[in-house]
């Protein structure tokens, strides 16, 4: 039944490791974003992928390398990882200029 | 640089009390949309506003657009304990390429 989902959950891993996390929709929508969520709660927007397509990119570190196999899914590869990429990392779906539906969010941690 | 003034960042008040976050820009939206986020989770879309002077009702929750389409309040009447949560308004850049502009978040707790 989860609309967006996305894992892990958690993330706890050493600097200089590299990650993913996955994301999948099954909503049927056609854009795909990735936010990350700060410890203050700011959402700054990452990527977004519009049908496959990269449609924006923000200024994100190029170790954050997003990919897009489907429309229902997006992941996060995340190279060489540094401490203060340690944040709350949420995928995020939607029709094109519609609202966004969210999943829960993978806390990362590194230490 | 398009921004969204979030106000205020934090408000911890009685249940029954009433209160009102706000959001302000000197740029014109297209729409604004209000989210709730409790902890561990994603935030979830309360309303969409679209139309300048809209007036929106979620219940006990008032959502406003305000007539230049520069501005949003939201007003929750009577707050429930089940009202805490953490308050984000976002609004759609009118320049190409769809893009929410987040405001920084109202964190509320109601006290019972």
């Known amino acids: 039944d989860t609309a967006v989902s996305q894992t892990p959950k958690y993330l706890v891993t050493q600097m200089g490791n590299d990650k993913s996390i996955k994301c999948e929709q099954n909503?049927?929508?056609?854009?795909m974003y990735w936010y990350k969520q700060d410890s203050k709660k700011f959402l700054k927007i990452m990527f977004s992928?519009?049908?496959?397509?990269?449609?924006i990119n923000e200024t994100v570190p190029n170790r954050f390398s997003p990919k897009s196999p489907d429309k229902a899914h997006l992941n996060l590869h995340i190279n060489s990882l540094e401490l203060g990429d340690s944040a709350v990392y949420f995928c995020?779906?939607?029709?094109?200029?519609?609202?966004?539906?969210f999943g829960n969010g993978t806390r990362l941690t590194v230490t | 640089t398009q921004l969204l003034e979030q106000s205020p960042q934090f408000l911890s008040i009685q249940e029954g009390e009433n209160l009102t976050v706000y959001c302000n820009s000197s740029?014109?939206?297209?729409?604004l949309q209000w989210y709730r986020q409790e902890p561990g989770e994603g935030p979830v879309l309360l309303v969409t506003?679209?139309?300048g002077g809209e007036v929106k009702k979620l219940k006990r929750l008032t959502f406003q657009f305000g007539d230049a389409r520069k501005d949003s309040s939201l007003h929750i009447t009577a707050a429930q304990p089940g009202d805490t949560g953490l308050y984000l308004c976002?609004?759609?850049?009118?320049?190409?390429?769809?893009?929410?502009?987040w405001g920084a978040g109202t964190k509320l707790i109601i006290k019972p």
């Open positions: 976002a609004g759609e850049s009118m320049d190409s390429n769809y893009q929410l502009i």
């Open positions: 740029s014109v939206f297209s729409s």
């Open positions: 506003v679209v139309t």
């Open positions: 909503l049927g929508h056609d854009t």
């Open positions: 992928y519009n049908n496959k397509e990269l449609i």
């Open positions: 995020a779906s939607s029709r094109l200029n519609s609202p966004l539906h």
